[in-house]
């Protein structure tokens, strides 16, 4: 099947593989930003190309802080993928979103402190909106998948990404809920900022583990915590990755993410560097 992925799906902690899968061949690829965390693997599910790559390598190998976002989605877009389903484990900073809940957010808030956020440096500048970081059209179909597994689900939530690896101080946990924030978790960003600089649809789909340290009735979150409620978690992220290949999406998105570029570079063609002009050739061809 010499097509592009239908969708590719970025794994996180608990999904290291999708059952199924068919026809498998492995990429291993070298981007212009290094190697991605693993191999990309692709393959046939209900009909459907799916591409996947395990966000912190074989075994789980890297830390949040050590992923090669960059590479990861660069190497998303070589292969020719649109769209980016993001697994991520999540804690819960409300009440009635539960340990055991899946999360379809809609708003992201960067409190990372040390990594690139960007492909655009080395003499190209580029300034892209994100106001709605997560595509809607994509978290859309996503939510319906979702909604087939009987899993529950909320369609709606502000995800704030800390650098860790650590977990949360008390009064960090306390701070982000007088923002307003609803999910607590590691690796979103800048995966998402990422990924729309690329053009690519993105949307997570967050499984809450624990109640992060906020919750005072409950145990502090710890990593056996978090496995014990991951693994069921697990089941309903695949389910929902079935449906998904099952029904399949619409060939032509709804959304501007394709586009995102279209209007953001502001650096003057002519002085662009060739090396750096080589280096995003994948990116910005279309506009230069």
């Known amino acids: ?13 608990g999904l290291y593989d999708i059952p199924g899968l068919s026809d498998t061949q492995e990429h ?15 393959g046939i599910l209900r009909n459907q190309k799916i591409a996947f790559l395990s966000r912190h390598g074989i075994g789980h190998q890297l830390s949040p802080g050590e992923v090669n976002y960059r590479a990861n989605i660069y190497a998303l877009k070589m292969l020719g993928v649109q769209r980016v389903i993001s697994v991520n484990a999540c804690g819960s900073l409300r009440e009635d979103y ?17 990594r690139i956020n960007t492909f655009f440096e080395g003499g190209l500048a580029a300034h892209i909106g994100t106001a709605d970081p997560f595509c809607k059209d994509l978290s859309t179909h996503l939510l319906e998948a979702v909604n087939s597994t009987g899993a529950t689900v909320h369609d709606q939530g502000a995800f704030i990404t800390i650098e860790g690896p650590r977990f949360s101080t008390r009064s960090e946990s306390n701070t982000f809920r007088t923002w307003g924030m609803s999910i607590i978790g590691m690796t979103t960003a800048p995966e998402a900022f990422l990924a729309r600089e690329a053009e690519l649809c993105y949307a997570s789909l967050a499984h809450i583990t624990d109640y992060d340290v906020w919750h005072t009735s409950e145990e502090p979150v710890t990593v056996e915590m978090v496995l014990s409620i991951i693994q069921r978690n697990t089941k309903n992220v695949k389910k929902t990755i079935q449906h998904l290949a099952a029904n399949p999406m619409p060939p032509e998105t709804s959304c501007a993410c394709t586009q995102a570029l279209k209007n953001a570079v502001i650096t003057d063609p002519e002085v662009i560097p060739e090396e750096t002009r080589s280096k995003l050739e994948l990116l910005i061809s279309k506009y230069l």
């Open 1 to 13: 099947m010499n097509k592009p992925p239908d969708f590719a799906v970025i794994g996180g902690s």
């Open 28 to 42: 291993d690829l070298e981007t212009p930003f290094g190697k991605p965390s693993a191999p990309v693997m692709t």
């Open 98 to 114: 539960k340990p055991g809940d899946l999360v379809i957010p809609h708003q992201l808030f960067d409190f990372t402190k040390n």
